[in-house]
């Protein structure tokens, strides 16, 4: 299972269970900040895509296929 952490800095991905810290996914200042002000985010049944919601009505999806 993966948990994604969104906050002000962008996001982090968790693999839960994996002993490991989360790593960070998405660092670009854009894609960061819409990130920071998403109001929900869902993740995909297939795990590669995570929607977000911002307060002006605007969804954005992304990319969030797992790394090999």
Request: glycine share 12%; net charge positive.
């Amino acid at each position: 299972k993966r948990v994604f952490l969104i906050g002000r800095d962008g996001v982090r991905e968790w693999a839960v269970g994996s002993g490991k810290p989360p790593t960070q996914r998405f660092t670009d200042p854009w894609a960061a900040g819409c990130l920071a002000a998403a109001g929900w985010a869902t993740l995909s049944p297939d795990g590669t895509r995570l929607a977000t919601a911002l307060p002006d009505g605007q969804v954005l999806v992304w990319d969030v296929s797992p790394k090999p």
